[in-house]
């Protein structure tokens, strides 16, 4: 009679839920396991590690893999800079760094071969090594990238037979592959070092298949010798032969359209390939033969004179989780780092910047896209392996239509009965209105209900059913997986709270040792234990074989401040405002205009940063405070005209501060930066602060800002602006330097 009473009572908390929320189905059942092929591409490094690939995913030491991979040109980046923005790659999860070898920046003269400075891609590829990261080439011969000719020098532009097997040029891109040999040699996978991966030309739809297998072979030759070879997905391939991995690209935001382009359809969680501007659905190759991965997955785009636009943050987050809801099972962003053109090798109608509005930008500084996009990596990284076999189950009437605001967006992937929901309300340029949902999941032997939930516009949810913890089930949360800590028997599983969401979830109480969960509202439906928070943000609990399993809820701020770790030998997250990179025995804290420093640290009493640091202790976390001297940036400012703004700069820092971080508000159609009569860099206008680091330029001189008038031919900035600044005239609004204090951690005490 009480286990009926229980049974009822579960059932009358689901009823109530249906009748306030829409309830969404997706069916876990009646799909056949697809075929898991090889695919003849595999390595052993001399430590012993495994790479390899099938038709599904990828592996490492034969377990499955998810990697990610952010793209930065050395050749746009500062020699100088390379280590640190390495490692800043490194600290947002990514776990290769892709590149172009742009073909006319090592050959300016016919037959002169420059690989000096911010030239040296052997230096490069080293450094990737020292800290830890894989590296993926883009040797062309074309490449794109924005470079002048796609990165052809004007005799091979020149030639008819370019981008063929025409012999003439086939003998000079013999050259090319053989002088990129030479710097890469004894550093491929097999041979102890980083480089993995060589994509082969780019873009090639209208080409022929026989071309992509001559430049393999060629490369091949000259002991360019990766583990993988890839081609992007819009490029003509023969893959009867299994030779290349065809890897996609997808854009929110699209530089080559008219205001960055329109709403598109990479937010419905489609089996799209290589999105542009089609219809989902099509495809160029096999999809069954190869695993789905991506070399183009847009964190920004690049502003043209003509096309302005402002990447959001939370745009960019949320494309990259519908492309891993629709079964990516390897993210390579370009770009990750922005970047500054090479002085007369940029492709015409570009600017000289190749900023990207990227997640770290043209000057190292970290966007908030990148804080958000370290939420999602932090969650492939930790529960990749699980993730990456699993099939997508699409919903029976799945949304097909971008401007369809109403319905829900989702999808799972599944393996078994284990699974994450991907939850999407987020549309490029189009606002969406928030949902109160909740999600059923149907499978072979049992239902699971989740709780009804608030999906806020402009946000989206992973949710995760019958996830194990050690040996403990979890049924269902109403919050994201974010990372997971294993310490011996200890595991803590951390989750991102979803905004106006109080957290719930749900255990098999046959897989728990106790059933007394502290600070926990607790109720028992049939053999699950139902959980509702209470006066505590984290529950403990053991399972049946002894593991103790920690589960702690953490807002959607602390997620994006989270920076996941090893501290003193073990699994360790760090909370704090600043941006952290992360080596083996340091850590470099930096922050803008804010001399007080604050980190949490979990575990807590690892004693790390006690002899430098005030120190409290939380429930869950040690919390470390320093405070640095405030420095006011001796910067002057000179305005000779409403269009010229001269910067008169002075390098002497204290040891407390980085950089001085310049903030330059104006209006106009693009602004110059100016030192020696040159322009350095600068600046398309869409209406955001444009943040220039004064480090790079301390010992050259001062700085001249110079504004362009406005061209009636520029798009996507709003009329009223542009009324403006054709009514008033181009002008600064304000221009302010700001600090970028540092602290550095010692980690070898």
Same mark, same amino acid.
């Given at each position: 009679?009480?286990?009926?009473?229980?049974?009822?009572?579960?059932?009358?908390?689901?009823?109530?839920?249906?009748?306030?929320?829409?309830?969404?189905?997706?069916?876990?059942?009646?799909?056949?396991?697809?075929?898991?092929?090889?695919?003849?591409?595999?390595?052993?490094?001399?430590?012993?590690?495994?790479?390899?690939?099938?038709?599904?995913?990828?592996?490492?030491?034969?377990?499955?893999?998810?990697?990610?991979?952010?793209?930065?040109?050395?050749?746009?980046?500062?020699?100088?800079?390379?280590?640190?923005?390495?490692?800043?790659?490194?600290?947002?999860?990514?776990?290769?760094?892709?590149?172009?070898?742009?073909?006319?920046?090592?050959?300016?003269? &016919?037959?002169?071969?420059?690989?000096?400075?911010?030239?040296?891609?052997?230096?490069?590829?080293?450094?990737?090594?020292?800290?830890?990261?894989?590296?993926?080439?883009?040797?062309?011969?074309?490449?794109?990238?924005?470079?002048?000719?796609?990165?052809?020098?004007?005799?091979?532009?020149?030639?008819?037979?370019?981008?063929?097997?025409?012999?003439?040029?086939?003998?000079?891109?013999?050259?090319?592959?053989?002088?990129?040999?030479?710097?890469?040699?004894?550093?491929?996978?097999?041979?102890?070092?980083?480089?993995?991966?060589?994509?082969?030309?780019?873009?090639?739809?209208?080409?022929?298949?026989?071309?992509?297998?001559?430049?393999?072979?060629?490369?091949?030759?000259?002991?360019?010798?990766?583990?993988?070879?890839?081609?992007?997905? !819009?490029?003509?391939?023969?893959?009867?032969?299994?030779?290349?991995?065809?890897?996609?690209?997808?854009?929110?935001?699209?530089?080559?359209? %008219?205001?960055?382009?329109?709403?598109?359809?990479?937010?419905?969680?489609?089996?799209?390939?290589?999105?542009?501007?089609?219809?989902?659905?099509?495809?160029?190759?096999?999809?069954?033969?190869?695993? %789905?991965?991506?070399?183009?997955?847009?964190?920004?785009?690049?502003?043209?004179?003509?096309?302005?636009?402002?990447?959001?943050?939370?745009?960019?987050?949320?494309?990259?989780?519908? +492309?891993?809801?629709?079964?990516?099972?390897?993210?390579?962003?370009?770009?990750?780092?922005?970047?500054?053109?090479?002085?007369?090798?940029?492709?015409?109608?570009?600017?000289?910047?190749?900023?990207?509005?990227?997640?770290?930008?043209?000057?190292?500084?970290?966007?908030?896209?990148?804080?958000?996009?370290?939420?999602?990596?932090?969650?492939?990284?930790?529960?990749?392996?699980?993730?990456?076999?699993? +099939?997508?189950?699409?919903?029976?009437?799945?949304?097909?239509?971008? &401007?369809?605001?109403?319905?829900? %967006?989702?999808?799972?992937?599944?393996?078994?009965?284990?699974?994450?929901?991907?939850?999407?309300?987020?549309?490029?340029?189009?606002?969406?209105?928030?949902?109160?949902?909740?999600?059923?999941?149907?499978?072979?032997?049992?239902?699971?209900?989740?709780?009804?939930?608030?999906?806020?516009?402009?946000?989206?949810?992973?949710?995760?059913?019958?996830?194990?913890?050690?040996?403990?089930?979890?049924?269902?949360?109403?919050?994201?997986?974010?990372?997971?800590?294993?310490?011996?028997?200890?595991?803590?599983?951390?989750?991102?709270?979803?905004?106006?969401?109080?957290?719930? /979830?749900?255990?098999?109480?046959?897989?728990?040792?106790?059933?007394?969960?502290?600070?926990?509202?607790?109720?028992?439906?049939?053999?699950?234990?139902?959980?509702?928070?209470?006066?505590?943000?984290?529950?403990?609990?053991?399972?049946?074989?002894?593991?103790?399993?920690?589960?702690?809820?953490?807002?959607?701020?602390?997620?994006? !401040?989270?920076?996941?770790?090893?501290?003193?030998?073990?699994?360790?997250?760090?909370?704090?405002?600043?941006?952290?990179?992360?080596?083996?025995? +340091?850590?470099?804290?930096?922050?803008?205009?804010?001399?007080?420093?604050?980190?949490?640290?979990?575990?807590?009493? /690892?004693?790390?940063?006690?002899?430098?640091?005030?120190?409290?202790?939380?429930?869950?976390?040690?919390?470390?405070?320093?405070?640095?001297?405030?420095? !006011?940036?001796?910067?002057?400012?000179?305005?000779?005209?409403?269009?010229?703004?001269?910067?008169?700069?002075?390098?002497?820092?204290?040891?407390?501060?980085?950089?001085?971080?310049?903030?330059?508000?104006?209006?106009? !159609?693009?602004?110059?930066?100016?030192?020696?009569?040159?322009?350095?860099?600068?600046?398309?206008?869409?209406?955001?602060?444009?943040?220039?680091?004064?480090?790079?330029?301390?010992?050259?001189?001062?700085?001249? /800002?110079?504004?362009?008038?406005?061209?009636?031919?520029?798009?996507?900035?709003?009329?009223?602006?542009?009324?403006?600044?054709?009514?008033?005239?181009? %002008?600064?609004?304000?221009?302010?330097?700001?600090?970028?204090?540092?602290?550095?951690?010692?980690?070898?005490?």
């Amino acid at each position: 009679m009480i286990k009926v009473k229980i049974l009822l009572s579960g059932l009358f908390v689901f009823l109530i839920s249906v009748l306030q929320a829409q309830v969404y189905q997706i069916d876990i059942k009646n799909k056949p396991a697809p075929e898991r092929n090889p695919i003849p591409m595999s390595g052993i490094n001399p430590a012993g590690t495994r790479l390899g690939v099938n038709s599904q995913y990828f592996t490492k030491n034969n377990q499955p893999w998810f990697p990610m991979m952010g793209e930065l040109h050395y050749n746009r980046v500062r020699p100088e800079d390379w280590e640190t923005e390495i490692l800043k790659m490194k600290s947002c999860g990514l776990s290769i760094v892709a590149t172009y070898v742009f073909w006319n920046e090592h050959e300016r003269e &016919k037959g002169v071969w420059d690989w000096k400075g911010n030239r040296n891609l052997h230096q490069f590829i080293q450094l990737c090594q020292k800290y830890g990261l894989y590296v993926w080439l883009r040797i062309g011969p074309w490449s794109h990238g924005e470079q002048l000719n796609g990165g052809f020098p004007d005799w091979i532009q020149s030639l008819k037979g370019h981008r063929s097997n025409d012999p003439e040029y086939l003998k000079a891109s013999a050259i090319l592959f053989n002088q990129i040999a030479q710097q890469t040699k004894s550093l491929f996978f097999t041979e102890g070092g980083p480089i993995i991966g060589i994509q082969l030309e780019n873009e090639y739809a209208s080409g022929q298949a026989a071309h992509i297998s001559t430049l393999k072979a060629m490369a091949q030759k000259v002991q360019i010798n990766p583990v993988y070879w890839s081609v992007t997905a !819009n490029t003509v391939f023969d893959d009867n032969k299994m030779e290349v991995i065809p890897l996609q690209g997808s854009y929110a935001y699209r530089g080559w359209e %008219r205001a960055g382009g329109v709403a598109t359809k990479d937010f419905l969680y489609g089996n799209d390939q290589w999105i542009m501007t089609d219809a989902l659905g099509k495809v160029f190759y096999d999809v069954n033969k190869f695993p %789905r991965g991506l070399c183009e997955q847009g964190a920004g785009s690049q502003m043209t004179y003509r096309n302005r636009f402002v990447v959001a943050p939370e745009v960019i987050a949320a494309h990259l989780q519908n +492309q891993i809801g629709r079964g990516m099972n390897l993210v390579g962003y370009y770009m990750f780092h922005g970047g500054t053109q090479t002085p007369g090798l940029k492709e015409p109608g570009h600017p000289e910047s190749y900023d990207f509005q990227a997640p770290i930008d043209e000057f190292g500084l970290l966007r908030p896209s990148y804080k958000q996009l370290k939420v999602l990596h932090t969650f492939v990284n930790d529960f990749g392996a699980e993730l990456a076999p699993m +099939q997508v189950y699409e919903p029976e009437k799945p949304v097909r239509d971008e &401007k369809n605001t109403a319905d829900l %967006r989702y999808v799972a992937r599944a393996k078994g009965n284990s699974g994450f929901l991907f939850l999407g309300n987020t549309q490029v340029r189009i606002s969406m209105p928030d949902k109160t949902v909740s999600m059923q999941v149907n499978l072979p032997e049992e239902t699971i209900h989740f709780p009804s939930l608030l999906l806020k516009g402009e946000t989206t949810a992973i949710l995760p059913f019958n996830l194990k913890a050690g040996s403990a089930l979890i049924k269902y949360a109403t919050a994201q997986p974010f990372a997971k800590l294993i310490n011996g028997k200890n595991i803590t599983l951390f989750f991102k709270c979803l905004n106006s969401v109080n957290p719930q /979830l749900a255990l098999d109480s046959r897989t728990l040792k106790s059933k007394d969960i502290a600070g926990w509202k607790v109720s028992q439906n049939g053999n699950q234990l139902q959980l509702v928070s209470g006066s505590r943000t984290d529950c403990s609990f053991n399972d049946i074989d002894g593991n103790h399993i920690k589960v702690v809820f953490i807002t959607a701020t602390q997620a994006e !401040n989270a920076w996941r770790t090893k501290l003193k030998g073990q699994d360790a997250l760090l909370i704090t405002e600043a941006d952290v990179v992360m080596q083996k025995d +340091q850590l470099n804290l930096k922050q803008l205009n804010k001399p007080a420093f604050d980190i949490m640290v979990y575990p807590k009493g /690892l004693k790390t940063f006690s002899a430098v640091a005030t120190k409290t202790t939380s429930t869950l976390f040690d919390t470390y405070h320093w405070q640095s001297p405030a420095y !006011n940036p001796q910067i002057a400012m000179k305005f000779p005209t409403n269009k010229i703004a001269d910067v008169i700069l002075n390098p002497a820092l204290p040891k407390n501060v980085n950089d001085v971080i310049l903030n330059v508000n104006y209006l106009g !159609n693009a602004c110059d930066l100016i030192q020696q009569g040159t322009i350095k860099t600068d600046n398309l206008f869409n209406g955001q602060t444009w943040q220039i680091s004064l480090k790079r330029f301390w010992e050259d001189g001062n700085l001249s /800002l110079n504004l362009k008038d406005w061209d009636d031919k520029t798009t996507g900035v709003p009329a009223d602006v542009v009324q403006e600044i054709k009514t008033k005239g181009p %002008r600064f609004i304000s221009v302010k330097a700001v600090p970028q204090y540092q602290t550095i951690i010692d980690l070898k005490n």
